[in-house]
């Protein structure tokens, strides 16, 4: 699965971060960036599906 953020819409509440930390982290610019393009792990879904602003995309 592809991993994308829509860093304009990003909050930064970190919930990604938490849920799915292999492939999410909070950067300098307290917005969330992919630490893979591509990943398995369903956790990224579910923190795709918890992002309160809508900005991850998995697919
Ligand atoms: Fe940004 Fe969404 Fe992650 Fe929150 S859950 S840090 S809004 S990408």
């Known amino acids: ?5 829509d860093r ?9 971060a938490s849920i ?3 492939v999410f982290e909070i950067d300098d610019e307290g917005k969330a960036k992919a630490l893979v393009a ?4 369903e956790c990224a ?3 795709a599906e918890s992002c309160p602003t809508g900005s991850i995309t998995v697919e």
């Open 8 to 16: 304009d819409t990003c909050i930064g509440c970190g919930v990604c």
């Open 20 to 22: 799915c930390p292999d």
């Open 45 to 47: 879904k579910e923190a």
């Open 1 to 5: 699965m592809k991993v994308t953020i």
């Open 38 to 41: 591509e990943t398995d792990l």
